[in-house]
């Protein structure tokens, strides 16, 4: 069963930093381009990063760029997202998801993790 | 910066059709994907490249994408369709970015 388990979302003051972890599991993940798309409270989702295959391509929204940084570890079949230098608007959830074709689409989500920015 | 225009809310009785649109200039020239989000849920595809449904979709879901409009169709609205739906596409005026709608709440009356 192809399966991504989100974690390390938590309780930051502004100005802190974060680091979310994705675990993949049930597919070849070196074989596929990775996303992680947000969702604030009450609000829509919001694109936030992708990752090619072996991390050599990074694109993100240009509210997060020169802030967060997302890698991989493809022998640990791991997703990450490093948060730092957090505002209260980056409080949301936060889902990684399995890129299918690049351009493409978002075919199997984790349930996310919960980021609250606030002091 | 590519925008996309969904309507907040759309309403259907039970059995009836629901058509949800995802409005974009030329997004016909563009893939169009769905995602449907159920309260304390995470996204699930529910349509792919305009009109293809992924396995484990009912065929009540399909999906069309022309000039300045794509639809998200459900045939036979069912109470367990009553979600949050999304449309995507890819931006490539710089880089290639994703962009999703505003969303749609749709309500089974």
């Known amino acids: 069963e192809v399966q991504l388990v989100e974690s390390g979302g938590g309780l930051v003051q502004p100005g802190g930093s974060l680091r979310l972890s994705c675990a993949a599991s049930?597919?070849?993940?070196?074989?596929?381009?990775m996303s992680w798309v947000r969702q604030a409270p009450g609000k829509g989702l919001e694109w936030v990063a992708n990752?090619?295959?072996?991390?050599?391509?990074?694109y993100y929204v240009d509210s997060v760029k020169g802030r967060f940084t997302i890698s991989r570890d493809n022998a640990k079949n791991s997703l990450y997202l490093q948060m730092n230098s957090l505002r209260a608007e980056d409080t949301a959830v936060y889902y990684c998801?399995?890129?299918?074709?690049?351009?493409?689409?978002?075919?199997?989500w984790g349930k996310g993790t919960t980021v609250t920015v606030s002091s | 910066s590519y925008v996309l225009t969904q309507p907040p809310s759309v309403s259907v009785a039970p059995g009836k059709t629901a058509r949800i649109t995802c409005g974009g200039n030329?997004?016909?020239?563009?893939?169009v994907h769905w995602y449907q989000q159920k309260p304390g849920q995470a996204p699930v595809l529910v349509i792919y490249?305009?009109?293809d449904r992924p396995s484990g979709i009912p065929e009540r879901f399909s999906g069309s994408n022309s000039g300045n409009t794509a639809t998200l169709t459900i045939s036979r609205v069912e109470a367990g369709d009553e979600a949050d739906y999304y449309c995507?596409?890819?931006?490539?005026?710089?880089?290639?970015?994703?962009?999703f709608g505003g969303g749609t709440k749709l309500t089974v009356l």
């Open positions: 998801a399995i890129l299918t074709g690049y351009p493409g689409y978002m075919d199997v």
């Open positions: 049930g597919f070849t993940f070196s074989s596929y381009w």
């Open positions: 990752i090619k295959q072996d991390g050599s391509e990074k």
């Open positions: 030329n997004i016909g020239s563009k893939s």
């Open positions: 490249y305009d009109s």
């Open positions: 995507q596409v890819w931006d490539s005026s710089s880089d290639l970015y994703v962009v």
